[in-house]
């Protein structure tokens, strides 16, 4: 189990640098939920979940954001020519997928910029366009 004081650390940095209404909740060994104000047209919340992996700290939506979108669609395409994002603008935000799963590693400490970031990468998806 991750030390007290590391998470609490980790959201304060999530509040200072996105919101101070975030917070986090454990749920599971070395697994997380990030409760943020930020919702969907449909109402629900983004689902982002904070994992302690063996190369560090990882922010993911374990598929969620695409599932949105793919209501109705066999799959989504980010570098289909129709859609107005693509996989290589998802990495301005040090965001990838990867089968549908939206990922991002948080490098040096710097855990309110990779949320921040991860965020805006969902913002983006859901919108379509820049």
């Given amino acids: 189990m991750i030390d007290k004081s590391i998470l609490e650390r980790i959201e304060k940095d ?5 919101n101070d209404q975030v917070h986090i909740k454990s749920e ?4 997380y939920l990030v409760f943020t104000p930020f919702i969907c047209e449909d109402g629900d919340h983004f689902s982002i ?34 859609r107005t994002i693509t996989a290589n603008e998802l990495s301005e935000f040090h965001t990838q997928e990867i089968n549908g799963e939206l990922t991002s590693r948080i490098n040096n400490e710097r ?12 913002k983006t998806i859901l919108r379509g366009r820049r």
Avoid: C, P
Wanted: proline residues 0%; charged residues 35%; negative net charge.
């Fill in 111 to 122: 855990y309110g910029d990779a949320l921040q970031g991860f965020i805006q990468a969902i």
């Fill in 14 to 18: 999530f509040k200072e640098k996105v």
């Fill in 49 to 82: 979940i904070l994992k302690k992996e063996d190369r560090g700290w990882v922010l993911s939506d374990e598929g969620h954001t695409l599932m949105h979108l793919s209501f109705g669609q066999d799959r989504i395409n980010l570098d289909d020519k129709n």
């Fill in 28 to 31: 599971g060994k070395d697994r």
